[in-house]
């Protein structure tokens, strides 16, 4: 009896004291220890966890990402004219989770830059040794009078984040009479992927053309220019029968009052100064900033994105942290899928020689951004980045933009596109 | 004279990654693997492709790979987009793309094929290719590209470049690619396809 007792007792104790040290352990920071929270499981924070684990397999890598199924948000304009299905732009944590990754569907809620912790809304405190925050973009929705996150959930999506709102898009342009009128409101710079929306144009009016010929797509902009603008204007022409009478799509931009300053959610109706437009389907793209835990954690400068060192991506504001992808000033690289999955690796790479005391090695990076204007008429713009003078500086000669039309190598350009779309996603999910 | 000065500087490059890498602890990032890291996202990871069109690099011939990359900067040898990626980077930069590629496992495309096309396919590439393509078109060490289990779309528009005249082929590759072109056409051509995206 007594010798079970002092058994017990002595184990008791034992366990007490690991409790202890691990609760030492996951609130305190030491020298040798290798702890990466990435906030954010999207193209950039799935590709750093990836690189991070493969650089450094002792490093101790966890995502913290809201939800368990991604959908990406390139090529889900090929959902809306109906070239592709929604299950081809899924992607889950599994093959992440089995290289040792670890992954914590959660919200988080905060970010302790002194104390070096991460806070979820399911009550985890998670300690780090570097952070990695990697949330994309969040929408101003107050910039135009009318709209809310609500009214994009319920009935006039910006689907400009892939999922439910892509579905509605796309199902809304199937529920549309032949005749009507789509109407896309385009963001102002700074957003995510440039040549988006006008790709997005470019894909509706392609189902247009050939399920509801005599339907328009009005395109109000708050630029006067925009990304691939004469290869999407020439594509447009050849497709759509761009300025002439019979144009299927109309660009209105800010000179002429594409600025859409209000919603009637009601009617579907915007006002610019061009005029009132009344919509059948309406997509409104809104103004964009850095996603809401850059701004709880204070990692935003005055135009509501997070400034960083061009080397490394560590936050110019908070030490540890680094910030990639969308939300972050790496201009001139954009705001891109490839640039995102690009900055990832070479912070994974400033994180990882960080973590091991180590000069970081030069780093590269490249963008490439697919758009598929029609069946077989792909184009794409390129760039290869070098670090110099601190900064990251387009390598000048290099990059720029597909070349005259040449239908051989545009088809050729959209079987690139989809390899891309399958390469990448293979490198961030895979 | 061109291949003695890059050879010197692959040395030199080499000499230089050895001393960095004695440095590191972990697996370490040399300046080889941060360039060949921004392949990823359009050749796959490690350089293999999960296609439907984008050709396989893990594997090359570092040769094939540097004389590649010269051909499309040049614009010697036609292509869509890599002309324009192929300018930004150094002699130094390829050289150690390179030697990363050339080390890294080649992994055959998985795709569908006419078994009857690429038996006939089989007897093409014997009697006019194996010479330089030895082993079926599969050996790096040919210093040619690999071609077998590559994807079929980019098998395709190589020799579609090569047949229209778009690109040009090295001496004994064009005086056997036009002889089998001109005895079998085209059939000939998607034969050769079928038979080097079969292995």
Redesign the interface.
């Given at each position: 009896m007594s010798n079970i007792s002092r058994r017990n007792l002595f184990k008791g104790a034992a366990a007490g004291a690991i409790g202890v040290a691990a609760a030492t352990q996951a609130t305190s920071a030491s020298a040798s220890s290798k702890r990466v929270v990435i906030v954010g499981g999207g193209i950039g924070g799935a590709t750093a966890a990836q690189y991070l684990k493969k650089m450094d397999k002792s490093i101790d890598v966890t995502i913290i990402e809201k939800n368990p199924d991604y959908y990406t948000c390139f090529m889900s304009n090929e959902v809306l004219s109906g070239e592709r299905q929604m299950s081809s732009i899924h992607f889950n944590y599994d093959k992440i989770k089995a290289k040792g990754i670890n992954v914590i569907f959660d919200t988080v809620t905060g970010i302790d830059a002194q104390g070096q912790t991460v806070s979820t809304a399911g009550g985890q405190k998670l300690a780090y040794d570097r952070c990695i925050v990697s949330p994309g973009v969040d929408f101003k929705y107050e910039a135009i009078e009318g709209y809310s996150a609500e009214v994009a959930h319920n009935s006039i999506p910006h689907a400009w984040k892939a999922g439910p709102q892509t579905e509605m898009l796309r199902q809304q342009l199937l529920d549309m009479k032949d005749g009507g009128t789509v109407v896309l409101v385009a963001p102002p710079n700074p957003f995510r992927c440039p040549p988006g929306p006008y790709e997005r144009v470019s894909q509706i009016a392609s189902y247009l053309k050939e399920h509801k010929p005599n339907s328009k797509i009005v395109v109000l902009d708050p630029k006067d220019k925009f990304s691939k603008q004469g290869l999407f204007v020439d594509g447009w022409k050849r497709h759509y029968g761009y300025e002439t009478d019979a144009s299927m799509i109309k660009w209105i931009p800010a000179k002429d009052g594409g600025t859409v300053t209000k919603v009637d959610v009601a009617s579907k109706t915007v006002t610019c100064g061009a005029g009132e437009f009344k919509a059948d389907v309406l997509n409104i793209i809104p103004p964009q900033k850095a996603g809401k835990i850059a701004f709880d954690a204070g990692l935003v400068d005055d135009k509501g994105w997070c400034p960083i060192d061009h080397k490394t991506f560590e936050s110019t504001i908070h030490k540890n942290i680094h910030v990639i992808g969308d939300a972050s000033v790496a201009a001139p690289l954009p705001k891109s899928g490839y640039a995102a999955n690009s900055e990832a690796k070479v912070c994974a790479a400033a994180v990882a020689s960080a973590l091991n005391g180590l000069e970081m090695v030069e780093p590269s990076w490249v963008n490439t951004c697919y758009s598929v204007i029609a069946p077989g008429d792909g184009i794409s713009v390129a760039a290869v980045y070098k670090y110099e003078g601190g900064k990251i500086v387009a390598v000048k000669g290099a990059g720029g933009l597909t070349g005259a039309y040449d239908p051989e190598l545009r088809k050729r350009e959209v079987l690139y596109a989809h390899s891309w779309f399958a390469n990448i996603t293979a490198d961030v999910f895979g | 004279m061109k291949k003695t000065k890059l050879g010197f500087i692959a040395k030199a490059a080499l000499v230089a990654g050895g001393m960095?890498a004695s440095?590191?602890?972990?697996?370490g990032?040399?300046?080889a693997e941060?360039?060949a890291?921004?392949?990823?996202?359009?050749?796959?990871?490690n350089g293999v492709?999960?296609?439907?069109?984008?050709p396989s690099i893990a594997g090359i011939s570092k040769d094939y790979f540097i004389e590649s990359m010269n051909a499309y900067a040049s614009g010697s040898r036609p292509s869509?987009?890599m002309m324009?990626?192929?300018?930004?980077?150094s002699e130094a930069?390829i050289q150690a793309m390179a030697e990363y590629f050339s080390k890294q496992h080649h992994q055959s495309a998985v795709q569908a094929v006419n078994e009857s096309l690429v038996q006939k396919g089989e007897k093409l590439h014997n009697k006019y290719c194996e010479k330089c393509h030895s082993e079926g078109g599969s050996l790096a060490s040919d210093d040619a590209g690999i071609l077998a289990g590559q994807?079929k779309?980019y098998l395709q528009?190589n020799l579609?470049d090569f047949t229209s005249g778009n690109r040009e082929a090295p001496k004994k590759m064009a005086k056997q690619l036009k002889a089998m072109h001109d005895k079998y056409g085209q059939e000939g051509v998607d034969q050769l396809i079928e038979f080097y995206s079969s292995k």
């Open positions: - | 960095l440095n590191v602890a972990f697996a990032i040399d300046r941060m360039l890291n921004t392949c990823a996202g359009c050749h796959g990871p492709s999960h296609g439907p069109a984008t869509t987009i324009r990626i192929a300018k930004g980077y930069d994807w779309p528009y579609h």
